[in-house]
């Protein structure tokens, strides 16, 4: 019951003390309020089926007993259910949208581009209907795991919390940029987009894809690194296939294994984000960035639901948080900076992960150029001001394991971190303030 909620915070154990209200917690998984704002699935007292009818409030039966936080539900649970999407009624996979899938990348490389696009809106027409996950970002299991941390300091009558805070020294977010090769034109790009990025200091990742489209030679493996750049797996053939039946995902997470092992890279990226992270246990690579926060504009529906990285196993998935190039540029048609601060201040807001997929293909007209390097302008001021970390997806795995595995104890009258990666890891302590709860960086 506690697992989830340490894990997250990497706080004392002792200081943790959630049990399940008795007896209250049904068989029948479902949607519930867990305060005013926050969406959760699972097992719980009050979980009723849908999304139509307004939610009960799980809240209302959380009660403190004496240093115990009684629950209705659990939020081990609940965390896995959204992370993994179990919320996600799978209609993406039924049998009719399958065969349309598989014509439509059958019959892709003839479509013109307009008439592309045209389907791609067709496909996504009813995408501002849905309410959950919440647009443009869903923190719904970071902010569960805060009311919790606010109903444990309340169980502690008042006292602070300490944790092992979420990034290296005490930075207060993380932004990620990657790039996902499509096409040999997008191939060749990728020295220019690198001269974009060093110019503002901002070093990326480049995906990709292994066995189809463009030859990837070990020359370009070496272009990249040699520049600090990082190279990561983008799907097998990217024919949006690789999740079609178990039996052939098996193979092909095979074939990914042996090219992750082969670029030297430690982590992966599907094709259009098709994901089933139940099937995860085949593949061997550290990290995945297949998982978008709020999915309603893409074409597999669903999302993570949380702005920080999550285990999947023994794979460290670091979502996808910000709207896609080609979606804001095509789909929304929109060339302005807006939604992606307005995304980017609601991550900070979290002190969570940004994370931006640019395609090295769709950034040559003019009018998109100008549109990324004002983003790597804004990113760069953002690191500046705000204390925002800019990393490599690497270097957020190295950290996140470590942050994992550290130890936060109490020694010679204070909390200390133990552990490998602990000179870069600070303390903070959760609090509560006007009834809100707020962070203190030691
Ligand atoms: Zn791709």
């Known amino acids: 019951m506690n697992q989830a909620f340490i894990r997250y915070f990497r706080c004392p154990e002792?200081?943790?003390?959630?049990?399940?209200?008795?007896n209250e917690i049904q068989a029948k998984r479902g949607y519930f309020k867990f305060g005013p704002d926050i969406t959760c699935y699972g097992q719980s007292a009050v979980s009723i089926e849908g999304l139509t009818a307004p939610l009960?409030?799980?809240?209302?039966?959380?009660?403190?007993?004496?240093?115990?936080?009684?629950?209705?539900?659990?939020?081990?649970?609940?965390?896995?259910?959204?992370?993994?999407?179990?919320?996600?009624?799978?209609?993406?996979?039924?049998?009719?949208?399958?065969?349309?899938?598989?014509?439509?990348?059958?019959?892709?490389?003839?479509?013109?581009?307009?008439?592309?696009?045209h389907l791609q809106r067709y496909w996504l027409k009813d995408w501002q209907k849905r309410t959950f996950p919440h647009w443009p970002v869903d923190r719904s299991v970071d902010q569960m795991f805060e009311k919790i941390m606010h109903l444990t300091i309340q169980s502690q009558a008042g006292l602070e919390v300490p944790f092992i805070w979420f990034w290296p020294e005490g930075r207060s977010g993380?932004?990620?940029?990657?790039?996902?090769?499509?096409?040999?034109?997008?191939?060749?790009?990728?020295?220019?987009?690198?001269?974009?990025?060093?110019?503002?200091?901002?070093?990326?990742?480049?995906?990709?894809?292994?066995?189809?489209?463009?030859?990837?030679?070990?020359?370009?493996?070496?272009?990249?690194?040699?520049?600090?750049?990082?190279?990561?797996?983008?799907?097998?053939?990217?024919?949006?296939?690789?999740?079609?039946?178990?039996?052939?995902?098996?193979?092909?997470?095979?074939?990914?294994?042996?090219?992750?092992?082969?670029?030297?890279?430690?982590?992966?990226?599907?094709?259009?984000?098709?994901?089933?992270?139940?099937?995860?246990?085949?593949?061997?690579?550290?990290?995945?960035?297949?998982?978008?926060?709020?999915?309603?504009?893409?074409?597999?529906?669903?999302?993570?639901?949380?702005?920080?990285?999550?285990?999947?196993?023994?794979?460290?998935?670091?979502?996808?948080?910000?709207?896609q190039d080609h979606t804001l540029f095509n789909v929304l048609e929109n060339y302005s900076l807006d939604l992606w601060q307005e995304q980017m201040n609601l991550i900070m807001k979290q002190h969570g992960l940004i994370s931006f997929i640019i395609h090295p293909d769709y950034i040559q007209t003019r009018r998109s150029q100008d549109t990324y390097i004002q983003l790597l302008s804004h990113l760069s001021e953002t690191r500046e001001q705000k204390g925002l970390w800019i990393a490599l997806p690497g270097e957020v795995n190295t950290w996140w394991r470590?942050?994992?595995?550290?130890?936060?104890i109490w020694k010679h009258g204070g909390w200390t971190i133990e552990g490998a990666g602990s000179e870069r890891a600070t303390i903070a302590y959760a609090a509560i303030k006007n009834n809100t709860l707020s962070y203190r960086i030691a």
Request: with cysteine; aromatic share 12%.
């Open 56 to 117: 009960p409030d799980a809240l209302n039966l959380s009660p403190l007993d004496g240093d115990v936080c009684r629950l209705p539900f659990n939020p081990s649970e609940v965390a896995d259910n959204l992370r993994f999407e179990r919320y996600e009624n799978r209609i993406e996979f039924s049998r009719w949208k399958r065969a349309i899938r598989a014509s439509y990348y059958a019959l892709r490389p003839a479509f013109p581009v307009a008439f592309r696009r």
């Open 174 to 323: 993380c932004a990620i940029m990657t790039h996902d090769v499509e096409s040999a034109a997008g191939l060749q790009f990728v020295s220019r987009l690198m001269d974009m990025n060093d110019s503002f200091s901002i070093k990326s990742s480049f995906q990709l894809i292994p066995n189809a489209r463009y030859l990837v030679t070990p020359q370009i493996l070496d272009l990249i690194r040699a520049r600090g750049f990082e190279v990561n797996v983008h799907d097998l053939k990217h024919d949006g296939q690789l999740y079609e039946s178990y039996d052939k995902f098996k193979q092909s997470a095979k074939e990914i294994n042996a090219f992750v092992d082969q670029f030297k890279s430690g982590g992966f990226r599907s094709g259009a984000l098709y994901r089933n992270q139940d099937w995860y246990g085949e593949f061997q690579f550290a990290y995945d960035m297949s998982v978008p926060n709020v999915a309603h504009l893409d074409p597999q529906r669903g999302g993570c639901c949380t702005v920080m990285p999550y285990f999947i196993g023994n794979i460290l998935e670091i979502p996808v948080t910000m709207t």
């Open 14 to 22: 002792k200081l943790v003390k959630l049990e399940p209200l008795s």
């Open 402 to 408: 470590q942050r994992d595995n550290m130890q936060i």
